[in-house]
Nanobody
Framework: ERLVESGGGSVQAGGSLTLSCALS????????TGWFRQVPGKSLEGLAA???????SYADSVKGRFTMSVDDANHRLYLQMNSLKPDDTAMYYC?????????????????WGQGTQVTVSS
């Protein structure tokens, strides 16, 4: 399983971006998935996680602003990010796990993308 993110870039505060994550080598099984971000010098932060049915839950820091979705037919994940703030500046990663239940913990995910940078200016 290989994950490739795209869609990062620079945006002004209050703007929007949509990140995409393509799952290649997909074996047809169901996965729980997630989006994470990391700022240099800080821990990886779990933002959104889906169960095997694609139902998402969110961290408090992004609830109401970010929306995660899963396109099973095309093996893609999306993270719609609205009302972006300078504090959202980070490297963003998608991840997948064959665990049965969703998780926000880095250690629970065994497939990771390479990351895409998001920069929000004030």
């Amino acid at each position: 399983e290989r994950l490739v993110e795209s869609g990062g870039g620079s945006v002004q505060a209050g703007g929007s971006l949509t990140l995409s994550c393509a799952l290649s080598g997909y074996t047809g099984g169901n996965y729980c998935t997630g989006w994470f971000r990391q700022v240099p010098g800080k821990s990886l932060e779990g933002l959104a996680a889906t169960n095997r049915q694609g139902i998402a839950s969110y961290a408090d820091s992004v609830k109401g602003r970010f929306t995660m979705s899963v396109d099973d037919a095309n093996h893609r994940l999306y993270l719609q990010m609205n009302s972006l703030k300078p504090d959202d500046t980070a490297m963003y990663y998608c991840a997948a796990t064959d665990r049965l239940y969703p998780s926000f913990a880095r250690a629970d995910f065994n497939y990771w993308g390479q990351g895409t940078q998001v920069t929000v200016s004030s």
